[in-house]
């Protein structure tokens, strides 16, 4: 059965949405424990300024410390080409700069339109690639803007040219909102994949503000996406989208592709064991899932090696 990148962005996305700094030595046992697990890939933060987010002022010791783990792509979401400057230095495996396809998200979020978004892209690109850095643009806000509502597709698929363009080497499309479905997930995976190339587009960045993260992977895995982000406990969301909470939880994704005879490499009893890193470095925090209250089925190890 194929194999499934599951990309953990918990410490990025999670972390980013909560008020409260949490102990840079809390976030190394963190990631240890999850490639421990078996995680391939980790998103541990975020070059933007410390004075606009304080939770992610420790990324350049989390990227040295990352970097010390054996097999982990190490990841770190860059806002701009200034961002994707420290992240070189920082000696990054891959970067990622989202591309708010709601033009008003966009100057709401990072106050640039898209014109002004395509040249940090450009800029950023260039960076990455005389570092030898892989370069992913995230098509957020793709599936529905909680400013704007619907986003068009076409739109979608015309900004992701202009992005290829300007040197994107890989897309990932952003349900930031929660607002996706899985016949929509399917409808634009295909449009961005005719647009840009099968290989340009194997990501997925899902919610589950509306529960329906899992159904949305299922309509990804059957379009041939074989990357999904994913944060323990579900921690997170996009703070600058009302309403918007809740990234698609780790545990449930891992449980239902292991199931599913997917392989993703990751030990689910391992990985459930994490959570108890994160609820003592963040006590009273809310931490979701299903899997962590039901437990695996009781022949969960058979359907998974099957
Ligand atoms: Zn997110």
């Known amino acids: 059965m194929t194999d499934i990148l599951i990309s953990e962005v918990g410490p990025r996305d999670g972390l980013q949405s909560i008020d409260r700094v949490m102990p840079l030595e809390a976030k190394k046992r963190w990631i240890a424990a999850e490639a421990a697990a078996g995680v391939k890939e ?58 708010s396809m709601s033009e008003t998200h966009s100057i709401k979020n990072v106050r640039k339109d898209h014109p002004a978004m395509l ?37 979608v698929v015309r900004l992701a040219e202009q992005a290829a363009e ?32 099968d290989d340009m587009l194997t990501t997925l960045h899902l919610h589950n503000t509306r529960g329906l993260g899992l159904a949305n992977v299922v309509a990804g895995l059957e379009e041939g996406i074989t990357t999904f982000d994913s ?47 994160v609820e003592e470095a963040l006590p009273g925090e809310p931490l979701y899932g299903f899997t962590p209250d039901a437990g695996p089925m009781l022949d969960y190890k058979e359907r998974a090696s099957a």
Do not use: W
């Open 42 to 99: 980790i998103e541990v933060g975020s070059f933007v300024p410390p004075k606009l987010l304080p939770q992610m002022a420790d990324t350049p010791e989390l990227v040295a410390f990352a970097k010390g783990i054996d097999g982990l792509t190490v990841v770190t979401l860059v806002p701009n080409a200034k961002g994707a400057q420290f992240a070189a230095d920082a000696g990054v495996d891959g970067m990622s700069i989202p591309f």
């Open 231 to 277: 944060s323990l406990g579900g921690l997170g969301g996009c703070p600058f989208a009302p309403g918007a909470s809740g990234n698609l939880v780790t545990e449930d994704l891992v449980l239902m592709l292991n199931s599913m005879g997917c392989k993703t490499g990751i030990d689910l009893e391992a990985l459930l064991k994490v959570r108890s890193i």
């Open 119 to 155: 040249e940090e892209i450009r800029a950023a690109a260039t960076i990455a690639r005389n570092h030898g850095i892989h370069f992913a643009v995230g098509l957020s806000t793709a599936f529905g803007c909680t400013m704007e509502g619907a986003v068009s597709e076409d739109q």
């Open 166 to 197: 300007a040197g994107a080497m890989e897309f990932s499309l952003s349900d930031t909102t929660g607002y996706a479905d899985p016949a929509q997930v399917r409808r634009l995976t295909r449009k961005v994949k005719a647009a840009v190339g």
